[in-house]
């Protein structure tokens, strides 16, 4: 069974930074993708970044140039480092590992994980 499992969010003043970080685990054989979404209070769930396993990236307008979708080398891992955080950036966020291939079944499936909060004040 895979699992993702997101943590780094909390409370942090407007200007401040955080990095999030999901790790899955599980029979994982591959990914095709990694991504961050975020879904504020009231809204729909959005994208806000994505790298493929070849390491390109997408951003949403909205954070270019603020964040930095990563791995950094590590496996099954995905970070994202949020720096001149607004209180518009106010959310649950979410990682999605896209197209998994595992060892114990043929078929490639999209996992999400549970969620972490990240809330910036004015």
């Known amino acids: 069974q895979v699992q993702l499992v997101e943590s780094g969010g909390g409370l942090v003043q407007a200007g401040g930074s955080l990095r999030l970080s999901c790790v899955g685990s599980g029979p994982i054989f591959s990914i095709d993708a990694m991504a961050w979404y975020r879904q504020a209070p009231g809204k729909q769930r959005e994208l806000v970044a994505d790298?493929?396993?070849?390491?390109?990236?997408n951003y949403a307008d909205s954070v270019k140039g603020r964040f930095t979708i990563a791995t950094y080398g590590a496996v099954n891992t995905v970070y994202l480092q949020m720096d001149s955080l607004k209180p518009e950036d106010t959310a649950d966020y979410y990682c999605?590992?896209?197209?998994?291939?595992?060892?114990?079944?043929?078929?490639?499936?999209?996992?999400w994980g549970k969620g972490t909060q990240v809330t910036v004040s004015s």
């Open positions: 999605e590992f896209r197209n998994v291939k595992t060892t114990d079944s043929y078929f490639a499936m999209n996992y």
């Open positions: 790298i493929s396993s070849g390491g390109d990236r």
